[in-house]
């Protein structure tokens, strides 16, 4: 028989999968390092095992303990994965950044969760690492792994992520490309690559906001700003950001991260968060400049089924204005759209104007459809019909049908916004359908915050 022990066999030894349609045109080879793969569903099982396997040889880890730590979720997956099976309780705190997701996953897995203010900053006690950090004090029999400074952080990627990467490239890696947050994932893989052939190229991706990059080229460190792509990125230099290692850092925005994040998943079936998506997009960008010598590997630091609510939530990418008129359908602005009334309100031809007038009031409409089964025959606009009924009191009774303006136009679901918008410039409604069928309608204010 063919079987493992225990779930945490099965952490490492990632597979490498070549990218097809996002380098079309490029000279070089990149490559995904799925991460996502493990069993835990992200990067961070690594170091989970390794911490708590080397805190047990180190005697700071004895039987019936608790596990505390500080988290944006992947982490603490990792460390609750490994502390079930070995029988340990666990306590990790997050910051109202971290998806829901996570937090749910890391309670499935018997953990508590404590949520912090992404406000606070690293100097206050209400900051979720010093909140770590006082749990560990107060709760006896408890150890506090604090992945930022733990050496078993970088190790484990120094001892196996970094070996599998130069073993499944043959050696001929030329740049690895991964995020930073504690900096373990970049530093150990680094040191190893390094070590072997140090020609191979070491790029940090960032989202702008985070300190890395302007730290890294003139040793300040400037005032964080927020942004929305979580696990990577700090506000603070970690000890095990090893920056001797890494040749390069370079920003990324929200909107290009969470772009990259679902063209991967769309075009290359690689469902993944936001902190994939901006670490792909230096990749990419990397990759268009080298020739056919080169070999790219970048980390794909955790599965999409994460972040549903987020960067694969139409509504939440609304929200946050992260919806684009490049990427974004007529059928995810019709969805989205924030207004109170039903998807599609109409009359009929033969209904009285003085009905279309109350239902045009009821629901504060400037435009309505006049619609015969599911064919546009006409329309009803607020500003013609008062005109007309301004003008001869007896139109009120008449039917829509004699006094109703041209049909609307129509797009489909599928159709780029932006056709939408162009048609919107000259008219102020368009009719949405979805496989024939009309269902409903969108005005200029529909689609006024689309970025």
């Known amino acids: 028989m063919k079987y493992y022990n225990s779930i945490v066999e099965l952490i490492g030894n990632t597979p490498l999968v070549k990218l097809n349609k996002l380098t079309k045109g490029m000279k070089a080879t990149v490559f995904a390092k799925l991460e996502s793969r493990n069993p835990g569903g ?6 989970g095992l390794s911490m708590i396997e080397n805190a047990e040889k180190e005697g700071k880890l004895k039987p019936g303990g608790t596990i505390i730590e500080a988290t944006s979720g992947n982490t603490g997956i990792g460390l ?25 996953f890391l309670r499935a897995l018997g953990a ?3 949520i912090q203010p992404m406000t606070a900053k690293p100097d206050e006690p209400e900051h979720y690492v010093n909140t770590a950090i006082r749990l560990s004090q107060e709760i006896e029999n408890s150890y506090f792994p604090y992945q930022y400074e733990n050496i078993n952080n970088p190790m484990a990627h120094y001892q196996s992520t970094g070996p599998e990467i130069w073993n499944d490239t043959d050696g001929k890696v030329t740049h ?18 390094k070590e072997k052939n140090e020609k191979v190229k070491i790029i940090g991706a960032d989202p702008y906001g985070s300190i890395f990059k302007v730290f890294k080229e003139t040793g300040a460190s400037p005032e964080p700003i927020p942004y929305l792509i979580e696990g990577i990125g700090q506000d603070i230099i970690p000890k095990n950001v090893w920056l001797q290692y890494i040749d390069e850092i370079v920003n990324v ?4 991260s969470v772009n990259m994040c679902k063209r991967l998943t769309m075009e290359e079936g690689i469902f993944c968060g936001g902190s994939t998506g901006t670490i792909a997009q230096v990749a990419l960008d990397v990759a268009g400049k080298l020739d056919e010598s080169g070999i790219v590997v970048f ?48 009359v009929d031809g033969d209904a009285k104007v003085f009905e279309a007038m109350e239902l045009m009031d009821e629901y504060n409409l400037s435009t309505m459809p006049v619609l015969e089964g599911n064919e546009c025959i006409g329309s009803l606009r607020e500003s013609s019909i008062l005109e007309k009924v301004m003008d001869d009191r007896t139109v009120s009774g008449k039917t829509v049908r004699a006094v109703m303006d041209e049909k609307l136009p129509i797009l489909d679901f599928n159709s780029h916004v932006k056709e939408a918008i162009d048609i919107l410039h000259k008219d102020n409604a368009v009719l949405v359908s979805q496989h024939g069928r009309i269902k409903g309608i969108l005005t200029r204010y529909d689609v006024l915050d689309i970025a």
């Open 80 to 104: 609750a994965l490994v502390a079930t099976m070995k029988g340990y309780k666990s306590v990790f705190v997050m910051t109202e950044k971290a998806s829901a997701e996570k937090g749910n």
């Open 112 to 114: 508590e969760v404590v």
């Open 299 to 346: 980390i794909v630091c955790d599965t999409g089924e994460r972040y549903l609510s987020k960067y694969h939530s139409d509504q939440w990418l609304r929200d946050k204005r992260l919806l684009t008129p490049e990427s974004t359908t007529v059928g995810q602005v019709f969805l989205t759209r924030k207004s109170g009334t039903p998807g599609l309100v109409f």
């Open 42 to 47: 992200s990067v961070k099982d690594r170091i």
């Open 176 to 193: 690895f490309v991964a995020g930073l947050g504690t900096g373990g994932t970049i530093s150990g893989t680094a040191k190893y690559l």
């Open 253 to 256: 925005t929200d909107k290009d």
